[in-house]
């Protein structure tokens, strides 16, 4: 077979292989530092024992490697439990009704919570190994990126057009085949896109998901993580410094090397037809391709990979007798019914028990108020990001010279960790004696309001020419211009922005209404600083406590503000 | 001759909102023998597509037998393949893969399936495309790839859900002239073809019978013999009679009523999907001179540059309306008709209004309904779940759209978008208080 993918135009142009010879090198150098970097984390260690660590800069590479090392780690057991989780889903009904309401109560679990309650077992599961602590950090970063790609792939699974459905049925593929011929090339745009998200959500926990408490102890693994909160611990400026800059020379790095080739090639599998945007490209895709030695080891692996996709073939027609569709038993999908239902009330009936005679009701009437104003700092930093940002970005997207380039800039700042910069507010609030309830507050969207901003450039570009000078043409002006052309326009990508904006402005309350520096402590009233509290002297019912509330808030939000706002958006703000 | 496939006394239903079941097809026999192609005709939601799906074991049916070879079909049998209107094309794969699919899916080698998918593009007319994507395509050879992925499995029943009616005429007339080529040529390995089609000189110029659907439940209404030799030519007269005598059968009794008579249809008539300023452009170009009030639908057709799917419900609306009269597959202009076309803006709307009040009861009922509020305002939903009763939930949001519309334009009532609600128009909700 010649797989005709792996062979553009280049390939059949390019006469030597001095791609090959140029190639080679970064290759050998990634298989090196990805055996030594596995070596290094898989070392014997006991509980107790310290890990070296310093604010040298020169030890940030490998730091850098280390970290970098987990997230993919982290990303690619994301990627698997997405697949898993969207196939079940996705195929059983009775699947889909237990495991979507729980992604979505897991979605809105702050990841501190599960970094808490797992790191025990798994250091157990490797005693005497530095594997476990490894996999409790990983466990950690992978909390934070798994559930938008199992949502995305979950959500593309469902929405597969059904006549390309109907044809892989005529045509007689096998479910195994299906979905890798179907599903997931269907999937793959909305999926990669997800798996830059999660890797931008994965950097803004690196430190608290590398710096692990338990048992009274903290065990900071080699990373950027630790090095940031050691010069946190030391009030170091400028080791902060280092490490900002080491996490841009990262972010870049696998930018290049990893989702821009992937983006690259992904392309192809775009549905829609005609091509709006330009294609992405890729320098080291367009290298790959025009390697002659590297090729063939690829096209060995895609041929294992078709081999195994006429194995596990459907061995029997229509006319067979196991084609026939069993019924659906009525009474045994009630009896599901009726377990989950069970099940959703003795969890429950637990639950109140439970903040009963662990916290009192008191105390979790507290908690629903500081719950109610960090809902209340939410909703007026969206707003106010959004006063800000929404001119901003429609300027941006009505001039094309600046969209292309500032869009671009907008997603590298949603990318990196906002709570680098945590450590100059403190010292700016404690200079100038300020009141850390309000102060605090705008560190929750530091972070964030880039989502908003891009996307709003996005809609503000996506507004057809045509009705642009319709607008120019009956002379729109003024607040009527804003009102009846450009605030509408860009409602259904400003509603999406936003509801990214405010789901990551919860999960930031945990970090940014509780910060430290050095011993200094600053905290705002409200559930994050809550939580964050109890987690640092490790009051587990408490913690449950908050995340069970936050989860709640969260949900609440979803269900009736954002989706509200999205099906409206949907069914009448769109061209 | 021997029967491939075989369907008894089929009858399919789909669950409404309600959970009352809605009847698409009932009673339907039907058998496709060795050798001979058959067309499918009828109005859209006469339940052809959902008999072409049952047959390629897509959907089971809830009645009756469904017998392949003799054998009962329970789900996509290897021996069936099937072109599909939009293409369904895999559009990462390129257009060798496309082609492979089939015989990958059945395990064979790889070598062996670059061969034979190789000789069906090279057969279809698309070699020294075999590394195109999809996308690099234009429509005719999308669905060329199309019929390459369906005739390399060698299927012994070839299914054409309206193949052709996604393309423009010329490439979608070319298409079928090479299909029926490779068809008397004996080049394909099937020995027998299905096309379901709205397209009637499509139908008559590929099939050795014609069925003709009719709507509500789905069932085969007449079935017509075209004994002519192949390949037919479409002006020939004997192609033109066959023509003339389908659109015939297709429009008897369907809004066929003698002008004057009570209305008769039931409230949730399946309002035929016509566009108020197609019927306007339709009845103008009717009592023009070239047809002088009396057209024959095939030359209406050809006029109008409009497809039959979209030609058959504006008369359809019209003779419902009785601004034009069905007859023996000619459309005829009444004289309430010529006065409609005659008239300014103002009478065409008061006609239109009072005729849409006079026979269509959907529209009577809302506008009695309304008079009936002191606001005159009621929501769309109720009228939606009457129509859900008997409709399914697409199919009665469809209704409900073509009487607003309609009602729009006779200023029987008004509808606002955004808030889904109907009322009376300005002037009259006034004069219904008074």
């Not at chain 1, 040298?56 to 030890?59: E, G, M, Q, V």
């Not at chain 2, 094309?89 to 390129?94: G, H, I």
């Not at chain 2, 859900?161 to 423009?168: I, N």
């Not at chain 2, 192949?230 to 020939?236: L, T, V």
């Given at each position: 077979m010649t797989d005709k993918r792996f062979f553009p135009r280049q390939v059949v142009e390019s006469g030597g292989n001095r791609w090959d010879w140029a190639l080679l090198p970064l290759v050998l150098a990634l298989l090196v530092l990805l055996a030594w970097g596995g070596t290094q984390m898989a070392r014997p260690y006991q509980l107790g024992e310290v890990l070296p660590l310093t604010l040298?800069?020169?030890?940030l590479p490998y730091y850098l490697l280390r970290t970098t090392l987990r997230m993919f780690l982290a990303l690619g057991a994301s990627l698997l439990f997405a697949c898993v989780f969207a196939a079940l889903a996705a195929k059983y009904r009775a699947a889909e009704r237990v495991l979507v309401p729980l992604l979505d109560i897991l979605q809105s679990i702050p990841i501190l919570g599960f970094l808490s309650i797992t790191v025990t077992g798994f250091i157990a599961l490797f005693p005497g190994n530095l594997f476990g602590v490894e996999c409790a950090a990983i466990f950690a970063i992978f909390t934070s990126q798994a559930w938008n790609m199992a949502f995305s792939l979950y959500q593309s699974l469902r929405t597969v057009p059904p006549e390309l459905q109907e044809a892989s049925r005529v045509f007689q593929l096998s479910g195994w085949q299906r979905f890798w011929r179907l599903e997931l090339p269907f999937a793959m745009p909305a999926l990669l896109w997800n798996m830059m998200m999660s890797m931008s959500g994965g950097w803004f926990f690196v430190v608290a998901s590398e710096a692990i408490a338990v048992s009274q102890q903290s065990i900071k693994l080699p990373g950027i993580g630790s090095y940031i909160a050691l010069a946190i611990e030391q009030r170091d400026l400028q080791a902060i410094g280092w490490a900002i800059g080491a996490m841009l020379v990262g972010i870049v790095l696998y930018d290049q090397l990893f989702f821009r080739p992937l983006l690259a090639w992904a392309d192809?599998?775009?549905?829609?037809?005609?091509?709006?945007d330009a294609a992405p490209t890729s320098w080291l895709l367009t290298w790959l391709r025009r390697t002659e030695r590297l090729q063939p080891f690829a096209l060995r692996i895609v041929a294992l990979f078709g081999r195994s996709l006429t194995l596990f073939?459907?061995?029997?027609?229509?006319?067979?007798?196991?084609a026939r569709a069993r019924p659906a038993g009525a009474a045994l999908q009630r009896a599901w019914d009726a377990l989950l239902a069970a099940a959703v009330l003795i969890a429950l009936w637990h639950l109140l028990r439970f903040i009963h005679t662990e916290v009192g009701w008191a105390e979790a009437g507290h908690v629903l108020v500081l719950g109610s104003i960090t809902l209340l700092r939410v909703l007026v930093l969206t707003a106010l990001a959004a006063l800000v940002w929404v001119p901003v970005g429609i300027w941006i997207g009505l001039n094309p010279r600046w969209s292309g380039r500032l869009q671009g800039v907008a997603q590298f700042l949603a990318a990196?960790?906002?709570?680098?910069?945590f450590p100059v507010a403190v010292l700016f609030i404690v200079r100038w004696k300020l009141n850390p309830d309000v102060w605090l507050s705008p560190l929750m969207v530091l972070g964030t309001q880039w989502y908003l901003l891009f996307n709003v450039i996005a809609g503000a570009s996506g507004i057809p020419t045509e009705l642009r000078y319709a607008a120019q043409n009956l002379g729109l002006s003024g607040w009527l211009r804003w009102r009846r052309y450009l605030l509408p326009a860009v409602f259904p990508s400003f509603v999406t922005g936003a509801i990214t904006a405010s789901g990551g402005s919860w999960n930031a309350s945990i970090v940014a209404e509780y910060v430290t520096w050095g011993d200094t402590t600053l905290q705002a009233k409200g559930l994050g600083s809550y939580i964050a509290h109890m987690t640092a002297i490790g009051d587990f019912p408490r913690i449950a406590l908050g995340i069970g509330v936050m989860c709640v808030f969260v949900m609440g939000m979803n269900h009736l503000v954002w989706r509200r706002l999205y099906r409206l958006a949907e069914d009448r703000m769109h061209f | 001759m021997k029967t491939l496939i075989e369907l008894k006394g089929v009858g399919k239903s789909f669950r409404s909102a309600d959970g009352s079941a809605r009847a698409v097809l009932e009673g339907v026999d039907f058998r496709l023998a060795e050798g001979e192609i058959v067309s499918l005709l009828g109005?859209?939601?006469?339940?052809k597509s959902t008999l072409l799906r049952i047959l390629a074991g897509l959907i089971p049916a809830d009645a009756g037998d469904v017998g392949y070879r003799g054998q009962p079909l329970h789900g996509p049998a290897r021996g069936i393949a099937m072109v599909f209107q939009s293409f369904a094309?895999?559009?990462?794969?390129?257009v060798q893969q496309n082609v492979e699919l089939g015989l990958e899916a059945r395990g064979m080698a790889p070598d062996e399936r670059a061969a034979r998918a190789l000789a069906a593009i090279q057969l279809i007319g698309l070699?020294?495309?075999?590394?195109?994507?999809?996308?690099?395509?234009s429509g005719g050879m999308r669905q060329r790839v199309g019929i390459a992925r369906a005739l390399v499995v060698e299927p012994e029943i070839l299914l054409m859900?309206?193949?052709?009616?996604?393309?423009?005429v010329l490439t979608g007339e070319r298409l079928r002239e090479e299909i029926l080529a490779l068809w008397t040529s004996r080049r394909?390995?099937?020995?027998a073809m299905l096309v379901v089609s709205h397209n009637i000189q499509e139908a008559v110029l590929m099939a050795d019978r014609v069925l003709i659907f009719a709507s509500?439940?789905?069932?085969?209404r007449c079935q017509l013999s075209v004994q002519l030799p192949?390949?037919?030519?479409?002006?020939?007269a004997e192609v033109r009679q066959l023509v003339d005598e389908v659109y015939a059968l297709m429009t008897?009794?369907?809004?066929?009523r003698p002008a004057g008579e009570p209305a008769a249809l039931?409230?949730?008539?399946?309002?035929?999907?016509?566009?108020v300023s197609r019927m306007d452009g339709l009845l103008e170009l009717l009592a023009d001179d070239l047809f002088a009030g009396h057209a024959d639908l095939p030359k209406l057709a050809e006029e109008t540059e409009l497809a039959d799917h979209e030609l058959l419900p504006l008369t359809q609306g019209l003779s419902l309306l009785g601004l034009a009269q069905l007859a023996d597959g000619d459309l005829h202009l009444t004289p309430l008709g010529r006065r409609y076309v005659d008239g300014d803006h103002t009478l065409r709307q008061q006609l239109f209004g009072q005729q849409l009040l006079a026979s269509v009861p959907l529209a009577a009922h809302i506008r009695h309904s309304l008079e009936q509020e002191d606001s005159g305002e009621l929501p769309q939903e109720p009228f939606l779940r009457l129509l859900s009763d008997s409709l399914d939930a697409a199919e009665a949001e469809r209704v409900l759209r073509t009487a607003i519309e309609w009602g729009r334009h006779g200023e029987v009532f008004e509808y606002d978008y955004r808030t889904g609600v109907i009322r009376l128009p300005e002037g009259r909700q006034e004069a219904a208080e008074g």
């Open positions: 040298d800069p020169n030890a192809k599998f775009r549905f829609e037809e005609g091509s709006s073939r459907r061995r029997h027609d229509g006319t067979s007798i196991r990196f960790p906002a709570n680098l910069m | 109005q859209s939601g006469s339940g094309l895999f559009p990462w794969l390129t070699a020294g495309f075999e590394g195109a994507l999809p996308r690099e395509l859900d309206e193949a052709f009616s996604a393309l423009d394909m390995p099937t020995k509500d439940p789905g069932r085969v192949r390949p037919r030519d479409p002006d020939s008897a009794g369907t809004g066929r039931p409230l949730a008539h399946r309002l035929p999907q016509a566009d």
